[in-house]
């Protein structure tokens, strides 16, 4: 059926569920209900709400006693290692004693998703005030699973961001009507992750709830980062919470409309099962290692920095309704103000390279310094990522990316050695029960494709269009989802922001600034670490092979590269590039770069398949939705 025969029929539909309001009536009948649902008594009644010790919280805790209004102390930990990263949440959880804030991009129903709300659950049963603060288009589909969530505890509240037509679940018929009907705001979402314990000690950067933030997934995983902060700065950090927990899209569960009438036909309370795992002895593993001082130690503490400058920035919820202010877009303010102001080095981690037109006017006027700094980035390559549809314009752009800002881009490879040493370590001896003997993994599994952020697109949230190119490798797969960037090793940021346009204008973001260079150094270490040739390909001109014929094409790639709707030519300036064994790493600048490097193509280890055909049809007609990309 043409397109146009689904516009009547949609814009109805959308006019038909915006009308469909809950009435006073239902909200408070389903408010009754949940308050009167069995079993939602504290199971403690001690002072500290039977909290476990935590030397995480303890230290920040000791950090803020410490601080000064003229001298505050911060504890900042770098959360590269993704067992850690999960470990040190739970430990946070385990010992909060009067407050739990979260709020998230993606909450799945996976093994991750399971342990890191049930932990939450538990916390809310001993009397913690927990809140959950979830964007709706990417979290919480089970209608079921929000009837639970509404009546486990009086001291857990769930709300949904941004929900479309006040409802939890978006079909697609419900997806494409609210792109027809409100673009703009059904376009927006919270982009923010943070996870706050007692107003004291905060975890943000790049991990969502679901397997491959954490290296569970058997099939496709992300590197990615954050950072922890205690101290002053965890005020910062509850001030930006309440700023979106009180606005208006900011939505209760039982104000949504499908969970409400869920909940009012439901007559049998639904209780709160234990969880089911797909591998219980590897959550039973990091659970206990958040339990152990030893572990914590060894793996976090010892890590832990003292610091004095460390901000918590966050653009404000909704941040498209208001333009014009600029505390709206404050995180994205500050990281514009980081990159301008780099004299020497700017080395910058994200998944999507796709620049807004402010950062291209900033990295432009770097590179006409004298000396210009060093511009060296780290992303994905169309093997590695799941968003080839945003990887399509990162390639149209990479002639000016290469001569006009000066980067210097590696992009990560699908099975690189970095990713594959960290997803070992994530699941050793998973399998194993404590005496050695195997576990048998319990539950359903749940059918899904490698792929991005389970974005629902036209097609449904399993729909082919989300996964990612095919290889003509074989094996487990990585990408890189951390955002993160170190200027002239004295400031660093580690956050949620892509750094594209999506980021800029349309989702929310959040972020740590820590000002320290021993902080710097770490993040830079890291960074530089996937640019490393078992890790990354470096991208650099292509050599001519002819060299009239190919000197004219690249003019001709030049040409075409600029043209704002028709890029066509299909022999590009620049290439990827393998280190040739026995050399030592080298910059594209250097001399003999091209003596220690073979060019191994553009989209090397992708298999020809449909997905390449739409990279490079996207390469050429698509450059008028990089913003919505």
Not at 461 to 488: E, I, Q, W, Y
Request: proline residues 8%; hydrophobic residues 40%.
């Amino acid at each position: 059926m043409p397109f146009r025969w689904l516009l009547p029929p949609l814009l109805l539909l959308a006019v038909l569920l915006q009308g469909c309001t809950l009435s006073r009536a239902q909200i408070r009948e389903a408010g009754a209900i949940v308050a009167a649902s069995p079993g939602r008594a504290d199971t403690c009644h001690q002072a500290d709400r039977c909290a476990q010790p935590s030397p995480l919280l303890a230290a920040a805790k000791q950090a803020l006693a410490d601080s000064t209004p003229s001298h505050p102390v911060n504890t900042v930990t770098l959360l590269d290692d993704s067992e850690a990263a999960l470990a040190a949440r739970i430990s946070l959880i385990r010992a909060a004693q009067h407050s739990i804030d979260v709020q998230t991009y993606i909450w799945d129903e996976d093994d991750i998703g399971q342990l890191v709300l049930n932990e939450l659950v538990q916390a809310a049963r001993r009397g913690v005030k927990v809140r959950i603060l979830a964007d709706q288009l990417f979290s919480f589909d089970n209608l079921g699973l929000l009837d639970r969530l509404a009546r486990v505890s009086p001291n857990l509240q769930v709300k949904l961001y941004n929900p479309t037509f006040q409802d939890a679940q978006t079909p697609p018929l419900e997806f494409a009507a609210g792109i027809l009907c409100c673009f703009m705001k059904f376009n927006q979402r919270m982009h923010n992750k943070l996870l706050l314990v007692d107003n004291t000690i905060g975890i943000t950067g790049g991990r969502n709830y679901q397997n491959r933030y954490f290296n569970w997934d058997p099939d496709f995983d992300y590197l990615d980062r954050d950072v922890m902060a205690g101290g002053p700065v965890g005020r910062e950090m509850a001030a930006s919470f309440a700023l979106f927990w009180h606005h208006k899209r900011s939505v209760p569960l039982i104000r949504l409309r499908d969970v409400n009438r869920r909940i009012r036909s439901d007559s049998a309370p639904p209780g709160w099962p234990a969880p089911h795992y797909t591998d219980p002895a590897r959550v039973a593993r990091v659970q206990a290692e958040a339990e152990d001082p030893d572990w914590l130690a060894a793996w976090i503490g010892d890590d832990t920095l003292h610091v004095s400058k460390v901000n918590y920035f966050s653009d404000l919820p909704a941040k498209t309704d208001e333009p014009t202010r600029r505390s709206a877009h404050e995180l994205t303010a500050h990281l514009m103000s980081m990159v301008a102001s780099a004299k020497h080095e700017v080395v910058l981690q994200t998944p999507y390279l796709v620049m807004s037109s402010r950062a291209q006017s900033i990295f432009k006027r770097l590179h006409k310094h004298k000396p210009p700094p060093a511009i060296i980035v780290s992303t994905n390559s169309l093997a590695a990522t799941d968003a080839f549809a945003v990887y399509a314009l990162s390639y149209k752009h990479r002639r000016r990316y290469l001569t006009e800002y000066g980067f210097q881009i590696h992009e990560l490879k699908p099975h690189a050695d970095s990713a594959e040493e960290a997803f070992e370590e994530a699941n050793e001896a998973s399998d194993e029960g404590p005496a050695g003997q195997p576990i048998a993994p319990t539950g359903k599994r749940r059918r899904h494709f490698p792929g991005n952020e389970r974005r629902p697109g036209l097609f449904g949230s399993h729909g082919s269009s989300n996964r990612p190119a095919p290889l003509r490798s074989t094996g487990r797969r990585f990408s890189l989802h951390a955002k993160s960037m170190v200027v002239d090793d004295r400031f660093a940021m580690v956050g949620s922001h892509n750094f594209d346009p999506r980021s800029d204008h349309y989702n929310t973001e959040a972020g740590v600034i820590v000002q320290d260079p021993r902080f710097a150094s770490e993040v830079r270490d890291s960074i530089l670490e996937d640019t490393l040739p078992q890790n990354a390909w470096t991208i650099a001109k292509r050599k001519p092979g002819i060299p009239v014929l190919g000197d004219l094409s690249l003019a001709i790639g030049n040409l075409s590269s600029r043209l704002p709707l028709f890029d066509l030519w299909p022999f590009r300036y620049a290439t990827s590039y393998e280190i040739k064994p026995g050399c030592a790493p080298l910059a594209p600048d250097n001399p003999k770069f091209q003596q220690c490097y073979t060019p191994v193509g553009d989209f090397p280890d992708v298999a020809l398949s449909p997905k390449l055909i739409y990279t490079r049809l996207i390469t050429a007609f698509g450059a008028g939705v990089k913003g919505i990309l």
